[in-house]
């Protein structure tokens, strides 16, 4: 009773096409398809009954009388859609329309995306490093300028203090006229 099931048209986001030979591809953007088929029979067309099913299930989705299949928000994926069609006493066709629906990923979810995500989370972290690491090297080099001064003021603190004792020294000796050892010191 039925000579052949044919896609005709497929309407994606509203926009009508002649549904393509081959696979069907829609575009990034796409959420929402129509697909539009039709079939030649002697039947009326209120006896006719459609069905699908996607080639990895084994259970039938009815259809109804209207030879159109709706998809909304379809997942990014390759799918294989089987269409038959059968009267209104379960009597199915074994001749079937067979659909290959390619949804690409959104972009976000794309190769280069990620690839041009991860590089620039690199680029990020590597300068996060970089800028904490030279102001690591920078803290450190004003610690050493630090321990320096320090060291300095104490060495110019030092040497008054020293010559200061050293001239008390020679005077304790001078003062019990023990000028040999002031001499001797003093040298």
Not at 118 to 132: D, E, H, M
Request: charged share 20%; proline share 3%; glycine share 6%.
């Amino acid at each position: 009773f039925l000579n052949k099931l044919s896609s005709t048209a497929i309407r994606a986001n509203g926009r009508l096409r002649e549904a393509p030979k081959g696979i069907i591809r829609l575009e990034n953007n796409a959420t929402d398809l129509i697909l539009y088929f039709s079939s030649l029979t002697l039947s009326e067309d209120g006896k006719i009954r459609y069905r699908y099913r996607f080639e990895d299930d084994t259970t039938w989705n009815d259809i109804g009388n209207l030879p159109e299949l709706h998809f909304s928000r379809l997942e990014h994926g390759s799918y294989n859609i089987i269409i038959q069609a059968g009267d209104n006493l379960d009597h199915w066709q074994g001749k079937t329309l067979k659909v290959a629906l390619e949804v690409p990923p959104p972009f976000y979810k794309t190769f280069w995306f990620i690839s041009l995500l991860g590089a620039l989370t690199g680029l990020i972290v590597f300068g996060v490093t970089r800028y904490l690491f030279r102001q690591h090297q920078m803290k450190e080099q004003m610690r050493q300028q630090l321990r320096d001064a320090r060291l300095a003021v104490l060495r110019n603190q030092m040497n008054p203090h020293f010559l200061f004792n050293t001239l008390n020294s020679i005077n304790s000796y001078i003062i019990r006229h023990k000028t040999e050892n002031a001499s001797n010191y003093l040298t």
